[in-house]
């Protein structure tokens, strides 16, 4: 019997606009984008970030069947949400087909996400015209509270507090619940109700964490975000069993984000911050839900002697080999086995000792765990991203 497995990528977890400051690397800059296969093949895109553009680009690459329909939910219209639409190469290649969902709204009329389309590509905003793009698009329009079916999967859509509407989308796939619930505020009774309807017994919980609770009952009140407090009451009170902060604030560091994650972790037993390139597995057996993250493009340099052989080409073409000290040594993870399993995403205190030129050197590091597998003999073989 073939077991349901569903996959879950995180192409762009950042909120409002993109990042590109070097303390936001961790857990990324991109604008939302998430792609969920479901078992039976199904591809989904919730949400057409920055983040969309690596999923093309990635897509575009020979390998891999790809399937011939994607099923695109927008959630709504502000820029954040839709910005990658017009560098999502697959829309430029006439044999893809894609059907997008998303809502009437009331500023655009008919064909919402259609108009979308064309403002975007509008002179003088863009280089080349619609025309260009030679994808099929159907477009469909959905209400909150309406529910279809995909394949073997159920979407539930519901309103979300959020101003000129939000749409939370709930798949339902064999192998477990993803419910994606970006952009929402608390405070209105109605549309709460909705968040936990939407978020009920779900496996995978994504909510929006943007502000501080601090910062949600003061300056940022009426912004129409949420914090990682009301996310854990909402996960708490819909059964929810993994939650994911998401929508990280375009000012928040990765140490604001870590904190926020901690803050969350002592209050909810299974909770993630999104992370640019993490992939949430469901239904695996054994381990229902499992998450791994990606290596970060973050380097950084201690300073260190460790005795070295260098050999090498000179500059007149001769061969040569010489003992020398490695001085400063740029240091971006590590691959530890451990006969602990440290938390995914907790951090972890690392001291090397190095034997340098005037005797023994300590070298102490903190890390992040960014994946944990089973190595030999029972250890676990720990990959650690040094954070400073
Ligand atoms: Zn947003
Ligand atoms: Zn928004």
């Known amino acids: 019997m073939k077991i349901p497995i569903a996959k879950l990528s995180f192409w762009g977890v950042r909120g409002s606009t993109p990042t590109v400051d070097p303390a936001t690397w961790r857990y990324g800059g991109n604008t939302p984008c998430l792609e969920l296969i479901a078992p039976d093949g199904t591809q989904f895109i919730l949400d057409c970030g920055t983040g969309l553009r690596m999923l093309g680009s990635r897509w575009a690459k020979p390998d891999g069947e790809q399937p011939a329909e994607t099923h695109i939910m927008v959630t709504h219209y502000h820029w954040d949400h839709i910005q990658g639409v017009p560098f999502f190469a697959p829309l430029y290649a006439p044999d893809n087909e894609f059907h997008f969902y998303s809502f009437r709204s009331k500023y655009l009329g008919r064909d919402s996400l259609k108009q979308v389309f064309e403002a975007q590509m509008a002179m003088p905003y863009f280089p080349v015209d619609l025309s260009a793009m030679t994808a099929t698009r159907k477009f469909k329009e959905v209400e909150g509270g309406e529910s279809f079916h995909v394949g073997e999967n159920k979407i539930t859509a519901r309103w979300l507090n959020h101003p000129q509407g939000c749409l939370g989308y709930r798949i339902e796939t064999p192998a477990g619940v993803v419910v994606y619930a970006t952009d929402n505020e608390p ?202």
Do not use: C
């Open 187 to 388: 405070g209105n009774a109605e549309l709460e109700k909705n968040l936990r309807e939407l978020a009920d017994g779900a496996d995978i919980f994504i909510n929006d964490a943007q502000y501080t609770p601090q910062q949600l009952a003061t300056t940022r009140h009426g912004w129409g975000h949420s914090s990682w407090k009301e996310g854990v009451a909402a996960a708490r009170d819909a059964g929810a069993k993994t939650l994911v902060l998401f929508h990280h604030d375009p000012d928040s560091t990765d140490r604001a984000v870590d904190t926020i994650l901690r803050n969350a972790r002592d209050e909810f037993d299974s909770v993630f911050a999104a992370s640019e390139g993490m992939v949430i597995t469901l239904g695996s057996p054994g381990d229902h839900v499992q998450a791994h993250l990606p290596g970060t493009r973050t380097a950084m340099r201690r300073e260190a002697q460790f005795r070295a052989l260098v050999s090498g080409v000179t500059e007149g073409g001769k061969p040569f080999e010489e003992e020398t000290a490695v001085r400063d040594l740029a240091l971006q993870g590590a691959l530890i086995t451990l006969e602990h399993a440290p938390r995914l995403q907790s951090e972890l205190l690392v001291t090397m000792e190095a034997p340098g030129t005037d005797g023994k050197q300590t070298m102490r590091l903190r890390g992040y765990v960014v994946r944990i597998d089973a190595g030999e003999k029972g250890l676990s073989a720990v990959g650690v991203v040094f954070t400073d």
